[in-house]
């Protein structure tokens, strides 16, 4: 079991000196109203500890950063229970009862993971006024890449190439880059923490910018579930769908910053519950030379255990992120977790006493996105104008790995 809250330390088996200040008090908190930020973090892993006393080296950071603008896209295939109740074993009213899912979004044609992620940062730039060349960094939160060593690059190449050609075409972005050339070079890359993903992306995004003076980062949550689904299986294939939800980051005076707390975990143990490994059966023997070709199975969940551990683990995650930031759930105006089950949901909420009218959900329309549930919900919310500039939002991601975190963040 491991643990973080607030800035990691590069290293566990040595003392080190952090550019950012490391004790047990949280993420980020402040005196007063955020006039003097002190960040700090605290981790835990088995029969490890670094003690607050050792690692402390608290640094005053002067710098907040801010939610500026959000997008979202998802394909254009929509596919209801009834749609699937020809496929599998299954019927509208089964699914709906126990998962709260009605329809889910899959990919086709000519639609992938990039394109939807270029589609919800062309959304989430375009809201925030920033242009491509303008952000310092970009965070793909995603398992399901089209490239296993990352895309975040290739989602920056397209991303120009959306924005400024008229005649774009994503299957040639190569050839795009090459007509258009890129002014920049930002560094970009991925990240891959399941449907927590882009709660560690937020965390990544705030790290750089109060820590690392970057001053623009996109964090896009994308994942398209359905090449990874088994759609046999009526115990999964009726949860997933595709999507992709991004937000701009930006840096801030410390007074406006709008990330308040976080509160982060994994849990290695409980992977056997969650995965979609690598076909053991198809490796071979380890004397073999060369060894096979390598590809992964479907989506394997135990669903009533990943049930139980949300349940207990993510209300005690959200407290904790309260804590941190000073605040109760008196405080907030929303509770946003990961989409994964309505019955999680809903047992979250009420744990937690959120009543109804300030948990937002768009679970029924859309399935489990992975990671871009979060910044989907989000940006729907935000559009609609159920959310306004200065509401604070208590958020939540879970799932594979074991992993889990939750951010107090405050919009616009």
């Known amino acids: 079991m491991a643990k973080a809250s607030g800035f990691f330390t590069p290293s566990l088996r040595t003392k080190i000196q952090p550019s950012i200040g490391v004790s047990r ?13 002190v960040c700090s973090s605290s981790i835990e892993s088995a ?12 640094k005053l950071v002067n710098k907040g950063c801010k939610l500026v603008g959000c997008g979202s896209a998802v394909p254009s295939l929509s596919v209801s229970n009834d749609d699937l109740a020809k496929i599998v074993d299954t019927s509208d009213e089964w699914i709906s009862v126990r998962t709260g899912i009605r329809n889910r979004r899959v990919i086709s044609g000519k ?18 006024n920033v242009e491509p060349d303008d952000l310092d960094l970009i965070l793909l939160c995603t398992s399901t890449p089209e490239d296993i ?44 923490a399941a449907c927590s993903g882009f709660v560690l992306g937020l965390f990544s995004a705030s790290c750089y910018i109060k820590g690392g003076g970057f001053r623009n980062v996109l964090v896009i949550g994308a994942d398209v579930m359905s090449r990874f689904v088994d759609w046999t299986d009526r115990g999964t294939c009726i ?38 490994p690598i076909n053991d059966n198809e490796n071979g023997s380890v004397l073999e030379f060369p060894p096979n070709r390598s590809s992964y199975v479907c989506i394997q969940m135990n669903g009533k255990e990943v049930f139980r551990f949300a349940v207990r683990c993510v209300p005690q995650s959200i407290e904790s992120a309260l804590e941190k930031a000073g605040l ?16 999680i949901i809903d047992a979250v909420a009420t744990r937690l006493e959120f009543p109804p009218d300030k948990v937002i959900s768009n679970l029924a329309n859309y399935g489990n996105t992975s990671a871009a549930s979060i910044p989907l919900a989000l940006d729907e919310a935000v559009r609609s104008g159920k959310v306004k500039p200065g509401h604070t939002i208590a958020a939540a991601g879970f799932g594979a790995g074991l992993t889990w975190g939750s951010a107090v963040i405050r919009w616009g």
């Open 111 to 128: 639609e992938n993971l990039r394109n939807l992620a270029v589609e919800a940062a062309k959304k989430a730039l375009k809201m925030a």
């Open 239 to 276: 949860l997933f769908g595709d999507a992709a939800g991004a937000v701009v980051l930006q840096a801030c005076d410390a007074e406006e910053d709008g990330l308040l707390s976080f509160d982060l975990h994994s849990d290695g143990e409980g992977a056997r519950h969650l995965g979609a």
């Open 149 to 192: 060593f990352g895309d975040a690059p290739k989602v920056l190449i397209l991303l120009d190439a959306y924005l400024n050609s008229n005649l774009f075409m994503l299957w040639q972005s190569c050839k795009v880059q090459r007509e258009l050339g890129c002014t920049k070079s930002q560094l970009a890359h991925d990240i891959t």
């Open 47 to 58: 029969g490890t500890h670094v003690s607050s006393s050792q690692s402390r080296i608290p």
């Open 328 to 343: 109760t759930a008196s405080n907030i105006d929303w509770l946003l977790l990961h989409q994964a089950n309505q019955r």
């Open 25 to 37: 008090s949280g993420f980020c908190l402040s005196e007063g109203i955020f006039k003097r930020v």
